[in-house]
């Protein structure tokens, strides 16, 4: 790919560097950009920067946060007794956009995987049985929900977790896994069916 200058170019570069951004798109963005006011394309810089250099980890949870605390750690509506583990950021995005759970999150930061080479020790664990040992009545914890994702690393986290969590006299449960709202039954993969059959509900 030919460019007209060098400053493209290495834009361009950078660009394309991101998930799913190819050359081509990368280009769109660049001559974007350089159609818009300059001081909007700062915005732009500053925001990313700022971003980059400014962004933190909530210290209880483990949530991204620009904070010591994140914003629903440090809620006084959120339900103090209920905690869902979670194997990272997108993942607390994709609960709380549910609007259904109003309780706090422990992000482990990934799952157990010994073919990627991650152990227990790698994940945030003892920073949430440390929260289980909140001993104040009003933040004593009742339930963890373990909020893994259902494949074989997930499950492998899950059962971990489950062992270490007996120590504690508290409710452990795991989110229904089942066949999804429009889906056909034909082209759902037997193991989910089996599971949405043995976890059926009474109808309403």
């Known amino acids: 790919m030919n460019f007209p200058s060098k400053l493209i170019e290495d834009a361009v570069v950078e660009i394309s560097k991101l998930p799913g951004i190819g050359k ?29 250099t400014q962004t933190t980890y909530c210290r ?22 209920i905690i869902c583990v979670v194997e990272d950021t997108r993942d607390v995005l994709a609960v709380e956009n549910t609007a259904q759970y109003r309780g706090l999150y422990h992000v482990l930061g990934g799952i157990i995987s010994p073919m990627m080479g991650i152990g227990p020790n790698d994940l945030h664990i003892d920073s949430l049985l440390k929260r289980l040992e909140q001993t ?18 997930g499950d492998t986290t899950a059962f971990y977790l489950q062992k270490k969590l007996r120590a ?33 509900i009474a109808y309403e």
């Not at 483990?62 to 010591?68: A, G, K, P, R, V």
């Not at 709202?181 to 059959?197: H, K």
């Open 136 to 153: 104040d009545e009003t933040e004593k914890v009742q339930e963890v929900i373990l909020a893994l994702s259902p494949t074989m690393e």
């Open 60 to 81: 209880q949870c483990h949530n991204i946060s620009d904070q010591e605390l994140c914003q629903i750690c440090s809620s006084t509506r959120r339900d103090r007794q």
């Open 24 to 52: 081509k798109s990368a280009l769109r963005l660049v001559l974007h950009l350089l159609k818009r006011e300059e001081a909007q394309t700062q915005l732009l810089a500053d925001a990313l920067v700022a971003m980059r």
């Open 168 to 200: 504690f006299p508290i409710k452990i449960s795991t989110i229904a896994r089942g066949i999804p709202i429009g889906g056909d039954l034909e082209y759902t993969d037997e193991v989910t069916l089996g599971r949405s059959i043995l976890s059926r």
